[in-house]
């Protein structure tokens, strides 16, 4: 299983949401401009990149791009 990085993270966003510069702290729907459609696909990429499941309880409380890589770090660690 690969580990995933803020780098990795924020690469991944920039793809998806055609930012140029991502930070750890934007927040996805007001700064980068993310709706609730783009986070379920940017979970469901990071759960096939890494082998991960993500519950929807988790998911509910992500709210910028530090948290979602805090979501997807400790769900590394389950599996």
Do not use: C, P, Y
């Amino acid at each position: 299983m690969t580990s995933i990085t803020m780098r990795d993270l924020q690469q991944l966003l920039g793809r998806q949401l055609g930012a140029r510069k991502v930070d750890a702290s934007d927040r996805l729907a007001e700064d980068l401009g993310a709706e609730s459609a783009d986070v379920a696909n940017v979970v469901a990429s990071a759960e096939e990149r890494f082998g991960i499941e993500i519950g929807e309880e988790e998911i509910a409380h992500i709210i910028t791009v530090s948290d979602l890589f805090d979501v997807i770090v400790k769900a590394q660690a389950r599996t």
